[in-house]
């Protein structure tokens, strides 16, 4: 195994402190469009820092379940995952380049897969 790419560590561990902080605000001082953002970012990325540390090549890999079935390859411990909580219903940003989840219901499936992928991911990889 290769060693930790540590820009990518820092990113997820980054966004996991920030959606944290966020969340643990009252629910009406809560900025959503932040916290859903930044939690399908860090999803992303902790996904990517697995591969990388498994040193797996994922350059032309452009979507989360493109990412998922790759790691899914490397442990099929991945397919207990619910992927599927970042499909929901989302709004556009106004240019379109990205949806947004604004319910309370759908930001905490998100920010719930990605603490469950964070745990087990670094336990895998050593981190």
């Avoid at 966004?15 to 992303?44: R, W």
């Avoid at 790691?71 to 991945?78: M, T």
Wanted: aromatic residues 8%; charged residues 25%.
């Amino acid at each position: 195994m290769k060693q930790v790419n540590q820009q990518l560590l820092e990113s997820v561990n980054g966004a996991y402190d920030m959606i944290t902080h966020e969340l643990s605000k009252p629910q009406e001082d809560v900025v959503s469009i932040s916290v859903c953002g930044a939690s399908k970012n860090a999803i992303t990325n902790i996904l990517r820092l697995y591969l990388d540390a498994k040193g797996v090549d994922y350059s032309k890999v452009l979507t989360v379940n493109e990412l998922a079935k790759m790691c899914n390859a490397q442990n099929q411990k991945f397919s207990s995952f619910n992927f599927g909580v970042m499909n929901c219903k989302c709004e556009p940003t106004e240019d379109h380049s990205m949806s947004y989840c604004l319910g309370e219901d759908s930001i905490d499936a998100c920010y719930k897969l990605l603490s469950e992928l964070k745990d087990f991911i670094y336990e895998d990889i050593g981190v």
